[in-house]
């Protein structure tokens, strides 16, 4: 069963599990503020997430969020937390309002309940009520929240389930969100706007923050550690390896979808937007003139 409200998993660092997409909230306190890490998928869901916030007990002043990436149920929150500001990855700045249309248009085609992902149609009437609010703030590299006490790290190591997640690590409680660079309750969503060929090497790079005792928040699922970071990225890198192979190989792209290979760490039903991507993707051998 899926446990309710905020729970600490690091000195002041909490998270919350809403049912809704599987989504994870992180929450970050420090002496001069607080830090949501993600606000869900609609404005009234976003109020949720402020009503568990005060259910803790302790004085918190929202003053700030994070958003992990651009996707709907991590960012359509962001209206309900009016008094905070806003922070994203500038990639998440420059496309968040067309993804939020191209989602609306798709729950609008198709506005049935989606059980195995946890949402109904009441839901999807508040994802498309919802008025998206962007990021206030956009950084492309790195950026720091100084909640007085203890700081915030925003870092963006590269692309790979999008072009703009970000890492939000706490150094000081040995913590970190990784949105949706990391799964724990499903496999990793190769989506239309994935970077397959480049999601190991971004997740590489955030590795060197971990160590043994690490909690690491991913988008969807529990709580993990660095060895399920490492072995999440070393199945990532080994899709993108038979994507270079099969394409090197002058496979066409209906058979990569298709043929199976050992080696492969997921269904091919997963894997069939990770190859199509990763095809687009492969660097094209120069010719010289």
């Not at 490492?230 to 394409?247: F, L």
Request: some cysteine; hydrophobic content about 40%; proline content about 4%.
């Amino acid at each position: 069963m899926m446990r309710t409200g905020f729970h600490e998993v690091a000195d002041r660092v909490f998270v919350a599990r809403y049912p809704q997409w599987d989504v994870n909230v992180g929450l970050v306190l420090g002496r001069d503020g607080a830090v949501v890490v993600d606000s869900r998928a609609s404005s009234l869901q976003g109020f949720e997430v402020l009503d568990d916030i005060r259910r803790l007990g302790r004085d918190v002043t929202v003053s700030h969020v994070v958003n992990t990436h651009i996707h709907f149920d991590h960012t359509f929150g962001n209206t309900a937390f009016t008094a905070a500001t806003v922070h994203a990855h500038a990639n998440v700045g420059r496309g968040l309002e067309a993804d939020a249309e191209r989602i609306k248009a798709l729950f609008r085609a198709d506005p049935d309940d989606g059980p195995e992902l946890g949402y109904t149609a009441r839901d999807v009437v508040e994802v498309l009520a919802t008025e998206v609010r962007g990021p206030d703030c956009t950084f492309e590299h790195s950026a720091t929240i100084d909640l007085g006490d203890r700081a915030v790290s925003l870092t963006w190591a590269g692309r790979g389930h999008t072009d703009g997640d970000i890492c939000v690590h706490i150094a000081d409680a040995d913590a970190m969100f990784l949105g949706d660079l990391i799964e724990e309750s499903a496999d990793p969503a190769f989506g239309d706007d994935c970077w397959p060929l480049e999601w190991s090497d971004t997740l590489a790079s955030h590795l060197n923050w971990l160590g043994p005792e690490s909690i690491v928040v991913p988008g969807h699922g529990l709580p993990v550690d660095a060895g399920f970071v490492q072995r999440q990225r070393d199945e990532i890198e080994r899709v993108a390896d038979v994507i270079r192979e099969r394409h090197a190989q002058d496979w066409s792209l209906e058979a990569a979808v298709t043929e199976p290979d050992d080696r492969l760490p997921y269904r091919l039903a997963v894997l069939e937007g990770a190859i199509r991507r990763g095809w687009a993707q492969v660097p094209q051998p120069t010719t010289g003139s």
